[in-house]
């Protein structure tokens, strides 16, 4: 069964940084997609950013400027670089995963920025 393995996260003030990784605990498939989003209480999960296979990115308006999504070279692990946080920021963020097969999810981590 393959889980996707974040690390990262946590408590920060407003205008600090944090960083992100994720990456599949096994790998024998292609990886299409990797993603960050998060969600706030019972609200709905809201992407914040991705990465393509063509190395494309998205990145939702509300961080562009401040958080940056890369990868590595085999595309088996992304990361989220996020700085000048602000107390909005604060959420659980879920890596996701594109593959052939499905689509994976992170088990979620909580960030949260102190003003």
């Known amino acids: 069964q393959v889980q996707l393995v974040e690390s990262g996260g946590g408590w920060v003030q407003a205008g600090g940084s944090l960083r992100f990784s994720c990456a599949p605990s096994?790998?024998?498939?292609?990886?299409?997609?990797m993603a960050w989003y998060r969600q706030v209480l019972d609200k709905q999960r809201d992407l914040v950013a991705a990465i393509n296979v063509d190395k494309s990115t998205e990145v939702a308006d509300s961080v562009k400027g401040r958080f940056t999504i890369s990868r590595n070279k085999a595309m088996d692990t992304v990361f989220l670089q996020m700085n000048d946080l602000k107390p909005e920021d604060t959420a659980v963020y879920y890596c996701y995963m594109k593959s052939r097969v499905r689509d994976y999810w992170g088990q979620g981590t909580q960030v949260t920025v102190s003003s």
């Open positions: 096994t790998r024998n498939f292609a990886i299409y997609r």
